[in-house]
């Protein structure tokens, strides 16, 4: 019980992002982004034969459709600062009664259609090195010694210039290029 299947391959069909994002100059430029892999959506794609002949790749970024509920955005709609458009800015179904019946005298508030990207970070460590102006080894021996040393690999295998640190990762929310939400001003 608990044990992972060590031979699992997962199945990386249907998932290519619900959105284009378009390719950036700055992914092909290992000076640019050192702190992410901006091809982290795209691996199942992208790296399809390499995974086909048995390396093991996984993403860093998932990106699905999704819709943002704040009460920051109910109060700015009931307000009238934020207009339902029905296409961006939508009413939240009416809240329910214990029975399950809609309660019509609650305001349910409003939800904003978006994009959702969940980030894992990659450190490229020969580009955080030279950001933080130190040689790659120093980086790697103070890594190695802040994890408590749970990643030998970092002094035994400087070949590998990934790392994937034990820190969460970031969730951004995207809308569309005409949408802009702000806190409501509270006065």
């Known amino acids: 019980m608990g044990a992972l299947d060590p031979t699992h391959k997962p199945d990386y069909s249907l998932t290519d992002p ?3 994002i ?9 000076t640019k982004i050192v702190s992410l892999d901006p091809w982290g959506h795209l ?3 992208v790296f399809r034969k390499e995974m086909e002949s048995g390396l093991d790749i996984k993403p860093s970024i998932a990106v699905t459709k999704a819709h943002l509920k704040m009460s920051e955005l109910d109060e700015s709609a009931r307000l009238g600062k ?10 939240s179904r009416p809240l329910k009664h214990p029975d399950g019946t809609p ?3 609650v305001y349910p508030g409003v939800e904003v259609n978006v994009s959702k990207a969940a980030v894992d970070p990659v450190w490229y460590l020969p580009g955080v090195a ?8 120093l980086l790697r021996r103070a890594l190695f010694e802040d994890t408590g040393g749970m990643y030998p690999e970092l002094i035994t295998r400087p070949d590998i ?7 969460g990762g970031i969730t951004v929310y995207i ?9 409501p001003v509270v006065r």
């Open 18 to 20: 619900p959105v284009n």
């Open 82 to 91: 934020l207009k339902i458009d029905g296409t961006l800015v939508l009413e």
């Open 22 to 30: 378009p390719f950036n100059p700055a992914w092909a430029d290992k």
């Open 103 to 105: 309660n019509m005298d």
């Open 161 to 167: 210039k990934v790392f994937l640190p034990p820190i």
């Open 43 to 45: 691996v199942p794609q």
């Open 130 to 137: 030279d950001r933080f102006g130190i040689g790659e080894a």
């Open 175 to 183: 809308c569309e290029s005409s949408c802009t939400l702000r806190r």
